[in-house]
């Protein structure tokens, strides 16, 4: 079964789509939790951080540089988050990892 990310992906779900290249896809997200919430996904389905493998090590690398891409395109000078969650009591609500880029608004510690 094919997740709302892949989905999104191919083009059968919209999202709007701020960056793209041949490994990942950036999108708004739907629901956001601060001024500027995207999303980096990476194109290849790798369910979880904590699952990724030794040859996914280009593609992790690429969605944090990615996230740092997009935190300068939205002018995110003051400072910005990035979140991966993994599992039930991480907070993951879509089997497919991604990575959450916040900001926009001061951050508070601890989260969650």
């Known amino acids: 079964m094919s ?11 919209p999202a709007e789509i701020i960056y793209e290249d041949s490994v990942c896809i950036a999108i708004r997200d739907v629901a ?11 194109k290849k389905p790798i ?9 996914d090590i280009e593609i992790v690398g690429r969605l ?5 891409k997009i935190a300068r395109t939205e002018k995110l000078d003051k400072g910005f988050r990035i979140i991966i969650n993994n599992g039930e009591h991480g907070g993951e609500t879509v089997p497919h ?16």
């Open 47 to 55: 369910l979880r951080i904590g699952e990724a493998q030794e040859d």
């Open 32 to 42: 956001p939790q601060a001024p500027t919430h995207a999303l980096v996904i990476p």
């Open 64 to 68: 944090l540089l990615v996230a740092g």
């Open 3 to 13: 997740t709302i990310f892949e989905k999104i992906i191919k083009r059968e779900i």
């Open 97 to 112: 990892l991604h990575v959450h880029i916040i900001g926009g608004r001061q951050m508070s510690w601890p989260p969650g």
